[in-house]
Protein backbone atom coordinates (compact mmCIF):
# COMPACT_ATOMS: atom_id res chain seq x y z
CA UNK A 1 0.00 0.00 0.00
CA UNK A 2 1.32 3.37 -0.80
CA UNK A 3 1.66 6.11 1.31
CA UNK A 4 2.69 9.78 1.02
CA UNK A 5 2.62 11.76 4.48
CA UNK A 6 3.30 15.14 4.49
CA UNK A 7 3.91 17.66 7.26
CA UNK A 8 5.69 20.84 8.26
CA UNK A 9 2.51 23.05 7.58
CA UNK A 10 1.35 25.56 9.67
CA UNK A 11 0.33 29.67 10.28
CA UNK A 12 3.60 31.49 9.04
CA UNK A 13 3.70 35.26 8.89
CA UNK A 14 4.51 37.03 5.47
CA UNK A 15 8.23 36.78 5.05
CA UNK A 16 8.55 33.88 7.24
CA UNK A 17 9.73 30.48 6.09
CA UNK A 18 8.40 27.12 6.74
CA UNK A 19 9.95 23.35 4.89
CA UNK A 20 7.52 20.81 4.08
CA UNK A 21 8.01 16.90 3.82
CA UNK A 22 6.47 13.93 2.49
CA UNK A 23 7.17 10.71 3.28
CA UNK A 24 7.06 8.20 1.04
CA UNK A 25 6.17 4.36 1.76
CA UNK A 26 4.95 1.12 -0.43
CA UNK A 27 6.91 2.32 -3.33
CA UNK A 28 10.51 1.91 -4.92
CA UNK A 29 11.20 6.07 -4.06
CA UNK A 30 13.80 6.62 -6.58
CA UNK A 31 11.59 5.68 -9.68
CA UNK A 32 9.32 8.17 -8.81
CA UNK A 33 9.57 12.03 -9.59
CA UNK A 34 8.36 13.87 -6.96
CA UNK A 35 6.12 16.81 -7.17
CA UNK A 36 4.40 19.33 -4.71
CA UNK A 37 1.35 21.26 -6.26
CA UNK A 38 -0.73 23.72 -4.20
CA UNK A 39 -4.81 24.29 -4.09
CA UNK A 40 -6.36 27.72 -2.74
CA UNK A 41 -9.67 28.06 -1.85
CA UNK A 42 -11.76 28.49 -5.27
CA UNK A 43 -9.03 27.40 -7.27
CA UNK A 44 -7.57 24.47 -9.33
CA UNK A 45 -4.33 22.44 -8.23
CA UNK A 46 -1.05 24.12 -9.48
CA UNK A 47 1.98 22.04 -9.96
CA UNK A 48 4.53 24.00 -6.94
CA UNK A 49 7.79 22.07 -7.81
CA UNK A 50 8.81 18.75 -9.33
CA UNK A 51 12.44 16.99 -8.92
CA UNK A 52 13.26 13.97 -11.35
CA UNK A 53 14.50 10.97 -10.55
CA UNK A 54 17.92 11.16 -12.34
CA UNK A 55 20.20 14.11 -11.71
CA UNK A 56 17.99 15.92 -9.40
CA UNK A 57 16.79 18.40 -11.49
CA UNK A 58 14.14 21.03 -11.09
CA UNK A 59 11.42 23.25 -12.26
CA UNK A 60 9.32 25.39 -10.88
CA UNK A 61 5.91 27.23 -10.88
CA UNK A 62 7.30 31.15 -11.92
CA UNK A 63 5.48 32.74 -9.07
CA UNK A 64 7.84 30.48 -6.81
CA UNK A 65 11.07 30.82 -8.26
CA UNK A 66 13.95 32.09 -5.65
CA UNK A 67 11.82 31.46 -3.13
CA UNK A 68 11.14 27.68 -2.55
CA UNK A 69 13.61 24.71 -3.14
CA UNK A 70 12.56 21.46 -3.60
CA UNK A 71 14.91 18.76 -2.71
CA UNK A 72 14.64 14.91 -2.42
CA UNK A 73 16.62 12.31 -0.14
CA UNK A 74 16.47 8.79 -1.61
CA UNK A 75 17.60 7.22 0.92
CA UNK A 76 14.83 8.83 3.60
CA UNK A 77 11.93 8.67 1.16
CA UNK A 78 11.64 11.93 1.79
CA UNK A 79 10.96 15.47 -0.48
CA UNK A 80 11.32 18.59 0.77
CA UNK A 81 9.79 21.87 0.20
CA UNK A 82 11.94 24.44 1.56
CA UNK A 83 9.71 27.85 1.47
CA UNK A 84 10.76 31.46 1.59
CA UNK A 85 9.84 34.96 1.95
CA UNK A 86 6.05 33.36 1.84
CA UNK A 87 3.22 35.36 1.08
CA UNK A 88 -0.55 35.57 1.45
CA UNK A 89 -0.99 34.26 -1.86
CA UNK A 90 0.89 31.33 -1.13
CA UNK A 91 -1.96 30.17 1.24
CA UNK A 92 -3.35 27.07 0.06
CA UNK A 93 -3.07 23.20 1.23
CA UNK A 94 -0.01 21.53 -0.34
CA UNK A 95 -0.33 18.46 -1.95
CA UNK A 96 3.30 15.56 -2.26
CA UNK A 97 2.78 13.80 -5.71
CA UNK A 98 4.76 10.78 -6.85
CA UNK A 99 4.26 10.00 -10.41
CA UNK A 100 6.61 6.79 -11.89
CA UNK A 101 8.22 7.53 -14.82
CA UNK A 102 8.41 3.78 -15.71
CA UNK A 103 4.64 3.35 -15.95
CA UNK A 104 2.76 6.16 -17.62
CA UNK A 105 0.12 7.67 -15.30
CA UNK A 106 1.00 5.84 -12.09
CA UNK A 107 1.21 8.45 -9.86
CA UNK A 108 -0.42 8.65 -5.96
CA UNK A 109 -1.06 11.18 -4.09
CA UNK A 110 -0.70 12.49 0.12
CA UNK A 111 -3.50 13.65 1.49
CA UNK A 112 -1.97 17.74 1.83
CA UNK A 113 -0.90 19.77 4.47
CA UNK A 114 -2.61 23.09 4.86
CA UNK A 115 0.02 25.99 4.70
CA UNK A 116 -1.73 29.83 5.49
CA UNK A 117 0.54 33.17 5.85
CA UNK A 118 -1.39 35.80 7.67
CA UNK A 119 0.09 38.24 10.25
Known amino acids: QVQLVESGGGLVQPGGSLRLSCLAS????????MSWYRQAPGKERELVARVTIADGGTNYADSVKGRFTISRDNAKNTVYLQMSSLKAEDTAVYYCNAASVFSAGRQYWGQGTQVTVSS
Open 26 to 33: GLTFSRYA
